[in-house]
């Protein structure tokens, strides 16, 4: 999975196979270590209503409702979107997205990627 954060949005790229470990699994973790310890981010799929982002100490984890996770991950749908409301009218904009293969990266492997979803969805970059 690739994770990234700008400003108040959260992005998890999820390869083929991830997304396969995901669904046979109902959840999927990964790592980045770091000198004191390591820093985790997972999806899981939950009874919950709507994609619900948890942060403790050094862990990510994203739920996704069970209905969502089952109707994204055999679609065409790129991704599962949602806003999450935070005190002082901000919000928290989660992505989950089918990883597409980069155009700008010729040597990245690419073998792992919906190289078939990016070619129905036309020009869109999501790498």
């Not at 997304?19 to 899981?44: C, G, R």
């Not at 996770?69 to 901000?90: C, F, P, T």
């Not at 989660?94 to 979803?117: A, G, N, Q, W, Y």
Request: include cysteine; glycine fraction near 2%; aromatic fraction near 6%.
């Amino acid at each position: 999975m690739k994770l990234r954060f700008e400003n108040n949005t959260v992005r998890i790229r999820i390869r083929k196979s991830e997304l396969v470990h995901l669904k046979e699994h109902n959840n999927i973790t990964e790592a980045v270590s770091f000198p004191v310890k390591a820093f985790t981010y997972a999806l899981q799929i939950a009874d919950v209503k709507e994609i619900t982002p948890v942060l403790s100490e050094s862990n990510l984890l994203i739920q996704i409702p069970v209905v969502k996770a089952s109707a994204w991950i055999d679609s065409d749908e790129v991704g599962l979107y949602h806003l999450v409301d935070i005190d002082n009218d901000e919000a928290l904009e989660v992505m989950i997205e089918k990883d597409f293969p980069c155009k700008e990266r010729p040597d990245e492997d690419k073998t792992d990627t919906f190289t078939e979803l990016a070619a129905q969805k036309g020009t869109r970059n999501n790498c």
